[in-house]
């Protein structure tokens, strides 16, 4: 009999894709979420429309299949976006989240689920100077997320390992570095900045302008859904307790993303910095602990970005029909 596996948030860039890996390895997968895929149809062989915000809709979606607990559960609804919506969504990710996260835990606990994986985020670390050294996971402690998203990520890890203690259901806590890749929302308000310049480069005119909120210093780290994907898969089947960081280590700054994508498309693009909402000024943590597994990332941010533009560019020439 195959693995069984459900998946929370299988409408969103993440799980949708998390859903194909899990069917090309060969699971029986239940997706839920709010909404079906926006952009390809789902490779679920089930999936629930519903909001998981409500107890009785997490008791349902993790019912046991023919009477067999789920052998793992994904969980990656959440109220969610780039760092214009984490600044000013703040009760709702709040509230949103942590419902799903609270209700979700507790129904998979109940349900005798085997594995649980929570994706949280890198945005439990504090602020960092860019010439800091790399994080490990035990210094997320002690704790001073820069925005609630993180302290709401904070709670919900601490939440999914005490019922792990309590229940004996296998936990794991992934933390994602910032994640990208075609089929990922690119418009609207929750995209984040990869999509974001994707879109603005694919917009602009050969030696027009984009504009950048900050001052283009901020360092980040971008990480291709597929190297997510092999870290999410890897950290489920692994002994490895407390968060694990999944992330590429390579480190650039807001313009040099924004270069990136230029480059990429073939333009001469100018970026003209606006005051906007930033976030941190660097982030940067170890990955020791999922490489121990075998992991590596293997997609550069040019290569990343290779394959995200030309998907971004096609959604950008789509709507202008
Ligand atoms: P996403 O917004 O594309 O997917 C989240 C999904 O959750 C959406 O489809 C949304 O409809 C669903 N959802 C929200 N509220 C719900 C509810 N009440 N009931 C049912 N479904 C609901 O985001 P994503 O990028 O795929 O992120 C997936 C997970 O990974 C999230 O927990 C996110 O916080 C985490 N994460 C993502 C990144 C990243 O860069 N993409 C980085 C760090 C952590």
């Known amino acids: 009999m195959s693995k069984s596996a459900l998946v929370c948030g299988a409408g969103g860039f993440i799980g949708s894709h998390l859903v194909k890996r899990l069917k090309k390895e060969g699971y029986w997968v239940r997706g839920v979420d709010l909404k079906y895929p926006e952009f390809s149809k789902t490779a679920a062989d089930e999936f629930l429309i519903l909001d998981l915000r409500e107890q009785p809709n997490c008791e349902k979606t993790v019912r046991p299949l023919n009477g067999r607990p789920f052998d793992e559960v994904y969980q990656l609804a959440a109220d969610m976006g780039g760092m214009g919506f984490i600044q000013t969504a703040e009760c709702e990710i709040m509230r949103n989240s942590a419902l799903i996260n609270i209700h979700m835990t507790n129904a998979a606990a109940a349900a005798e689920v085997k594995r649980y994986l929570f994706s949280s985020s890198a945005c439990v670390y504090r602020d960092m100077k860019p010439e800091e050294p790399e994080l490990s996971e035990e210094e997320a402690y002690p704790a001073f997320p820069d925005n609630e998203y993180g302290w709401e990520k904070l709670y919900a ?53 984009i504009e950048a909120w900050g001052d283009g210093q901020a360092m980040r780290a971008y990480t291709y859904i597929d190297d ?78 290779s394959r995200t533009y030309p998907w971004i560019k096609a959604q950008v020439e789509a709507k202008k029909k």
């Open 157 to 209: 890890e601490r939440m999914a390992m005490a019922y792990g203690r309590r229940f004996g259901m296998v936990v794991r806590i992934a933390r994602f570095q910032n994640t990208y890749g075609p089929e990922g929302t690119w418009q609207g308000g929750r995209e984040k900045a990869p999509a974001a310049f994707c879109r603005k480069v694919a917009e602009a005119e050969d030696g027009g302008e």
């Open 228 to 305: 997510l994907l092999d870290g999410i898969r890897l950290l489920m089947q692994s002994d490895l307790e407390d968060g694990v960081n999944i992330g590429r280590r390579e480190y650039v700054s807001v313009d040099e993303l924004a270069r990136t994508v230029a480059e990429v498309a073939g333009k001469r693009i100018r970026i003209k910095h606006i005051p906007g909402p930033v976030g941190v000024s660097a982030r940067n943590f170890r990955v020791d602990r999922i490489s121990s597994l075998g992991w590596t990332s293997k997609i550069s941010l040019k290569e990343g970005i």
